[in-house]
Nanobody, 123 residues
């Protein structure tokens, strides 16, 4: 089981930017085969996809964040980043990172989740 630790959340003003980080702990040299994703859950709403980055660098973004957010990874550091620009209040949510290997992805298994990091967009 991969341990996931998110960081970088906080309070930001509308129009501002924030970069989240997700560390995959104890995954060793196999990090590059993991499919990494960011999801968010706002109060009273269901969890939704923010961005997913596959092992071969293919990306998929939720419609509401296309053109504003960028997901990237550093396989050398076992890290995944989410650069968030032009934030507005509707992006306030707990952002969670997910890691799935190919086996888990192909069988739609949940993989490993972090505890999440709170992002609050407010003036």
């Amino acid at each position: 089981q991969v341990e996931i630790v998110e960081s970088g959340g906080g309070l930001v003003q509308p129009g501002g930017s924030l970069r989240l980080s997700c560390a995959a702990v104890a995954v060793g040299r196999n990090f590059d085969i993991y499919i990494m994703g960011w999801y968010r859950q706002a109060p009273g709403k269901q969890r939704e996809l923010v961005a997913v980055l596959s092992s071969d660098e293919n990306t998929n973004y939720g419609d509401s964040v296309k053109g504003r957010f960028t997901i990237s990874r550093s396989n050398a550091k076992n890290l995944v980043y989410l650069q968030m620009n032009s934030l507005h209040s509707e992006y306030t949510a707990v952002y969670c990172c997910n890691a799935r290997n190919v086996y888990q992805h192909n069988r739609d298994l949940p993989g490993s989740w972090g505890q999440g990091t709170q992002v609050t967009v407010s003036s």
